[in-house]
């Protein structure tokens, strides 16, 4: 077992026995960190380390600094890792996130070996249910997607793109992922998948609730300002009032013969209104799935009507918390 001059960053809001799920897993990497940053975000808690895994990083000569900050938020609690880390190469990881054995060693190699800056997370997220897929289908997808836990970074970066946004409680990874791309560092994805596994048995209430908490901070995320699906409500909704006006407006509407003008469209608003409903239920529940990932098998086992319930409430979610945002 190789120990790697960098320094592991974990930010943790979780449960004891999560914790110990998380160096369960770390006992099973090729490689090891020479220093872990765990800040404990935890209120309701002080959580220790179990004697057995203290004593083990203690032997293999690791230095562990584990801290406890109540009510910070994931971006102050990376930032603090960030400025305590005592090596050039900092990698992220959640405690909620099951690792592979060989993600860390392959993730410092990309940056040794290539004049990459950055190594992106590569996280597949688990479901074992129905109920899990069904929630799966309707966020994250089946394929793996780009994300900061598994992300190995070489610690000059910050000098350029900055730290984390401190002041809001989710989002601040893809903020500044975004920020990365926008000052065209130079990265690539570990090919190491991480398993992310806090969707197992997760209500759709707990979801929406999720949504909403991470939405809500969107007046405070430049990279939301222009989210797609406030634009297609917000379009549909004006094309619906156009329709219902739109033989009052053009065409003498009431008067003899205008049912022979140009300008007279019959049946216009239900013509629009099934329209747009049809191009929402086609991208929603079909589009977007097969695209993530999602077998056309699963979608066709009446599994899609629940997509398209979930998916809906989520977008509906996202544009109260959108307006919640903006007038708080």
């Known amino acids: 077992m190789k120990i790697l001059k960098l320094t592991l960053i974990v930010p943790s809001n979780s449960s004891h026995e999560s914790l110990n799920f998380f160096f369960e ?11 872990i940053i765990l800040i404990n975000t935890n209120n309701s808690k002080k959580l220790k380390i179990d004697n057995f895994y203290r004593n083990f990083l203690n032997k293999k000569k690791i230095l562990i600094k584990f801290l406890h900050h109540p009510k910070f938020y994931p971006g102050t609690a990376r930032n603090i890792g960030i400025t305590l880390a005592s090596h050039k190469i900092i990698s992220f990881l959640d405690v909620g996130t099951h690792a592979s054995k060989d993600w860390l060693e392959n993730g410092y190699n990309q940056l040794k070996t290539s004049k990459n800056l950055i190594s992106w997370g590569n996280t597949y997220y688990l479901a074992t249910s129905t109920k899990d897929e069904i929630i799966r289908a309707s966020t994250y997808g089946a394929k793996p997607i780009t994300t900061l836990p598994g992300t190995t970074v070489n610690k000059k970066v910050f000098n350029t793109v900055g730290v984390f946004v401190e002041n809001i ?39 929406l609730k999720k949504w909403f908490r991470n939405y809500s901070f969107s007046r405070k995320l430049s990279y939301l300002n222009n989210n797609r699906e406030t634009y297609f409500i917000s379009i549909s909704l004006i094309l619906i009032i156009l329709a219902f006006n739109w033989n009052p407006l053009f065409t003498n509407w009431g008067k003899p013969g205008f049912e022979d003008e140009i300008t007279y469209i019959p049946h216009i608003t239900k013509v629009t209104i099934l ?25 066709l086992k009446f599994n899609i009507i629940k997509i398209l319930l979930l998916s809906f409430c989520i977008d509906i979610t996202k544009l109260v918390s959108f307006f919640y945002s903006r007038f708080k």
């Open 25 to 35: 897993n770390m006992l099973t990497w090729t490689s090891l960190p020479k220093e």
């Open 169 to 207: 409680r989710a989002g601040e990874d893809a903020e500044w992922r975004h920020r990365v791309d926008l000052h065209n560092v130079k990265t690539c994805v570990n090919n190491k998948i991480i398993l992310y596994q806090n969707l197992l048995g997760v209500s759709y209430f707990e979801i």
């Open 275 to 299: 329209s747009l409903m049809f191009f929402y239920f086609t991208v929603r529940a079909i589009y977007l799935p097969i695209k993530k990932g999602i077998e056309i098998s699963f979608l």
